[in-house]
């Protein structure tokens, strides 16, 4: 992604990440930004548990 560059551009050397997904994170390695991942989680309804269980279990999710 093109977002730790540009931090990386502007001298940034720490965020506040709010994020479950571990791919935005691993993007962040190697650029000398300190990441910490702050967790968002509601409450899984019936219309959106198997949505939220694919994102986990295929694409990588941390379950907060």
Do not use: C
Request: proline fraction near 2%; charged fraction near 25%.
């Amino acid at each position: 992604t093109i977002a730790p560059r540009l931090l990386k551009q502007m001298n940034v050397s720490s965020i506040k990440l709010m994020t479950n997904n571990q791919n935005k994170l691993d993007a962040f390695k190697g650029f000398n930004i300190n990441v910490e991942r702050i967790e968002h989680w509601t409450e899984l309804h019936s219309q959106s548990k198997d949505y939220v269980n694919v994102k986990i279990k295929k694409m990588g999710h941390i379950k907060g």
